[in-house]
T-cell receptor, first 116, second 117 residues
Framework: AQKITQTQPGMFVQEKEAVTLDCTYDTSDQSYGLFWYKQPSSGEMIFLIYQGSYDEQNATEGRYSLNFQKARKSANLVISASQLGDSAMYFCARVGGGTSYGKLTFGQGTILTVHP | EAGVVQSPRYKIIEKKQPVAFWCNPISGHNTLYWYRQNLGQGPELLIRYENEEAVDDSQLPKDRFSAERLKGVDSTLKIQPAELGDSAVYLC???????????????FGQGTRLTVV
């Protein structure tokens, strides 16, 4: 199975500081996409950011940026200037081509807690 | 624009009873997913539809789970009979599958939290 690994079960950060959430992935696909989703305690999955495997520049969406290192197969999420409302579960996910075309596979998640 | 709508939000049933979940995807989205999320874990795909066709149901426990997507729009997921281990959140998502940037970006409903007692 082409796995997504998030090695940090929980992370803590002080309000207004930056935090990096780690994600590594397995794939044999040439073309694939990487996503980060946020899941607050209310349960909905909120799209944050996307990186395509052929994108040469790291994706950014407001305070979110994705540190994409293709050779290392890592796609870490960086949240700058953390806010209390950022406290949630964060999931890294991959969609691939080939036999897994269109299949969105998730990691186990990282719980982020932002302290005031 | 309305998002993905799921109902019910919560369901408590006794084991061995049947249960059904309903999902209305975003208008025009051709791809629909059902995921199961156990507590503290990431969502796991149960089934994926492209229009009316189930293109990936390899992780759907077919002895007790069934799904359908009528006319390529709404979908229902059924469990019969339910077991204690089926307690989880069932998430529906939809996407407009296009080539190019952000293909397969999935939009999720709020989920149905199932408790089997």
């Amino acid at each position: 199975a082409q796995k997504i690994t998030q090695t940090q079960p929980g992370m803590f950060v002080q309000e207004k500081e930056a935090v990096t959430l780690d994600c590594t992935y397995d794939t044999s696909d040439q073309s694939y996409g990487l996503f980060w989703y946020k899941q607050p305690s209310s349960g909905e999955m909120i799209f944050l950011i996307y990186q395509g495997s052929y994108d040469e520049q790291n994706a950014t969406e407001g305070r979110y940026s994705l540190n994409f290192q293709k050779a290392r197969k890592s796609a870490n999420l960086v949240i700058s200037a953390s806010q209390l409302g950022d406290s949630a579960m964060y999931f890294c996910a991959r969609v691939g081509g080939g036999t897994s075309y269109g299949k969105l596979t998730f990691g186990q998640g990282t719980i982020l807690t932002v302290h005031p | 624009e309305a998002g993905v709508v799921q109902s019910p939000r919560y369901k408590i049933i006794e084991k061995k009873q049947p249960v059904a979940f309903w999902c209305n995807p975003i208008s025009g989205h051709n791809t629909l997913y059902w995921y199961r999320q156990n507590l503290g874990q990431g969502p796991e795909l149960l089934i994926r539809y492209e229009n009316e066709e189930a293109v990936d149901d390899s992780q759907l426990p077919k002895d007790r789970f069934s799904a359908e997507r009528l006319k390529g729009v709404d979908s229902t997921l059924k469990i019969q009979p339910a077991e204690l281990g089926d307690s989880a959140v069932y998430l529906c998502a939809s996407s407009l599958t296009l080539l190019g940037a952000r293909a397969f970006e999935a939009f999720f409903g709020q989920g149905t939290r199932l408790t089997v007692v």
